[in-house]
C-alpha cells in the first residue's frame, strides 16, 4: 500500500500530464506556457471538452453558449438568505451549486461550468450588502466574472490577468480534487454530482484552500526585513508554509512562473510583487535548511493569491475562483471516465480488532 496513494496509478487520460521532476505540464498535447496569456476560457474548455461531448459548438459558439449558460444560471440564485452567507464563501457557493439540476449531457456540463462563475460574484457581492449583477451573455466569460463582481466593465488587462489564471488551473493530472471527481462520475451519479466532490475537495487547505492563508502571510509579515524571522518562528511551530510544496513537483510549479508573466501585467500588482518575491526567497532558503531531504518548490498557490488580490477578489473567496477554472478540468474527466472506466472501488486492508467467538 502506498501512502497517499503516492505514486499509484489510478487512471489513463488525454487531458494532461504532469512531470513532477522537469516541472512540466501538458494540457492536450500543448505545453502550459503555449495555453496561458493566449487562450480564453472558452478555447480552453473546447480543448479540454474536444471528443467527449456531443454536438459541442465550437469556437465563438461555445463562447455564446456559455454566455446563455451563465444567464440561465443566474435565474437560479434565488433568495440569498442570511443563513447561507453565514457560510463561508465556498460553502455558500457550493450550497447554491448543489441546488442545479444533475445530469449527463452538454447541456447539464455547460451549466455546471459557469456556475461557479456566477455564484461567486453574487456571493462576494451579498455578503457585502451589494446586489448581484446579472451577467452580459455577449462578453467573454473572464471579462463577464470581473464585471458581475465590481458592476462595471473589466479592463483588458484585468480580464486576461483572469483568463490566464482559470486556463493555467484547469487541469493538473489526478490532483485530489480531481480524482474525488473520477471517483463518483464512476459510479454513474451525473456530471453536477462530480463537480460537488471536486470542488469539496479543493477547499482544502492542503488542496485549493492554500492562497488566501498566503494573502494572511503576506501580510502578517508585512515587510521584507521581517521575513526570515517570521517564517522560522512559523516552522518552529511546526506549521506548513502556504503556497510551497507539491506532491508532484520536486521543481518550481511551472504555473507560478505562468501567473508571475500575468501579473506583471497588471498595475494593482506592483507594489506587492517585489515584496511577495522576497518573502518567496526567503522561504525557499529557510526550507532549503530545515527539510533538506524534500525538494520544497513555489506552488501555484503564491502566485496565485498575487494575482487574485490584484483583481480584487477578497481572500477567502480565492478557493471559488480556482474552481472556476478547475471545474473545466473536473468535467472532462467525468466524461473520460464515465466514456472508458469502471466503477472505482479499491480495496483496504482489515487492521482493526479480531471478533470474539460467541462462547
Ligand atoms: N511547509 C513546510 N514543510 C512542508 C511543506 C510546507 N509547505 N510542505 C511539505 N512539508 C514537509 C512536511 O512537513 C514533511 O516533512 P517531514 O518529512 O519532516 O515530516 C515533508 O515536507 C513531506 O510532506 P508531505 O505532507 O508528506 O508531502 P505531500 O506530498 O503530502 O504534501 C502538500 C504536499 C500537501 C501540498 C504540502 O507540500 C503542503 O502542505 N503545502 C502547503 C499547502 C499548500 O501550499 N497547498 C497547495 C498545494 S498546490 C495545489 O493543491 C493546487
Known sequence: MSDGLENVVAAHTVLSEV????????????????????LGVAAAAELMFSGFFDGLPRGPALAEALGKARAAVFTEIGG????????????AVRALMARLEDGDDLATALRWLVAPAVFTPAVIRARAGRKPVA????????????????????????????????????????NASTFAARVVASTRAGLGS??????????????????????????EIGEAARARPWLEEALARGD?????????????????????????RLDAASGRLAFAEAVEQAA??????????????????????????ALDFPPDSFTCVFAMGRVIGWLAHAQEQIAGGRLIRPQSVYVGPTPQRAA
Do not use: W
Not at 138 to 164: K, V
Open 19 to 38: 512531470d513532477g521532476a522537469a516541472g512540466r505540464l501538458v494540457i492536450r498535447g500543448f505545453e502550459l506556457e503555449v495555453l496561458a496569456g493566449r
Open 80 to 91: 440569498l438568505d442570511a443563513g447561507l452567507l453565514a457560510l463561508s464563501p465556498i460553502e
Open 135 to 174: 451577467p452580459d451573455p455577449h462578453l467573454p466569460h473572464a471579462a463577464d466574472i470581473l464585471r458581475m463582481l465590481h458592476g462595471r466593465p473589466a479592463g483588458a488587462a484585468e480580464a486576461a490577468a483572469l483568463d490566464a489564471y482559470l486556463v493555467t488551473v484547469c487541469d493538473h493530472g489526478l
Open 194 to 219: 462530480a463537480v460537488l466532490a471536486g470542488l469539496s475537495a479543493l477547499k482544502g487547505p492542503l488542496h485549493g484552500g492554500a492562497p488566501g492563508p498566503v494573502i494572511a502571510m503576506l501580510d
Open 240 to 264: 506548513r508554509l502556504m503556497g510551497f510544496g507539491h506532491r508532484i513537483y520536486r521543481v518550481r510549479d511551472p504555473r507560478a512562473d505562468a501567473l508571475k508573466r500575468a501579473i506583471t
Open 284 to 309: 525557499l532558503a529557510i526550507l532549503r535548511e530545515r527539510k533538506p531531504a524534500r525538494s520544497l518548490q513555489t506552488n501555484v498557490e503564491f502566485y496565485t493569491a498575487l494575482l487574485l488580490e
